[in-house]
Nanobody, 123 residues
Framework: VQLQASGGGLVQAGGSLRLSCAAS????????MAWFRQYPGKEREFVAG????????YYADSVKGRFAISRDNAKNTVPLQMNSLQPEDTAIYYC?????????????????WGQGTLVTVSS
């Protein structure tokens, strides 16, 4: 199983970034997916989730209206479009595959994790 996150980098406040997660080694199209982020010294927190088909998405209140998660089951990828970025969005971002059906926002709902990609937003 491999989840490879990419697309992080340095951006100015108000700018945009597009993260991507490439999955392999498991039946990707059967799994709900999500993005989490982690600040230094803090626990990982939920950012955005998507069901197996892509027909249902849900977001943390802090990113609602600014971030958009999608998936391409033909390419086994999960992009996260991030707009209107703010310094408080600075974190390491991780993609993950859920082991539960339905809405899942807890770290322990997810069994497969990628290595993370760093997003830095300057003011």
């Amino acid at each position: 199983v491999q989840l490879q996150a990419s697309g992080g980098g340095l951006v100015q406040a108000g700018g945009s970034l597009r993260l991507s997660c490439a999955a392999s080694g498991f039946a990707f199209s059967s799994y709900p997916m999500a993005w989490f982020r982690q600040y230094p010294g803090k626990e990982r927190e939920f950012v955005a989730g998507i069901n197996w088909s892509g027909g249902n998405t849900y977001y943390a209140d802090s990113v609602k209206g600014r971030f958009a998660i999608s998936r391409d089951n033909a390419k086994n990828t999960v992009p996260l479009q991030m707009n209107s970025l703010q310094p408080e969005d600075t974190a390491i971002y991780y993609c993950a595959a859920s082991f539960v059906t339905g809405r899942a926002t807890r770290v322990h709902d997810y069994g497969y994790w990628g290595q993370g990609t760093l997003v830095t937003v300057s003011s």
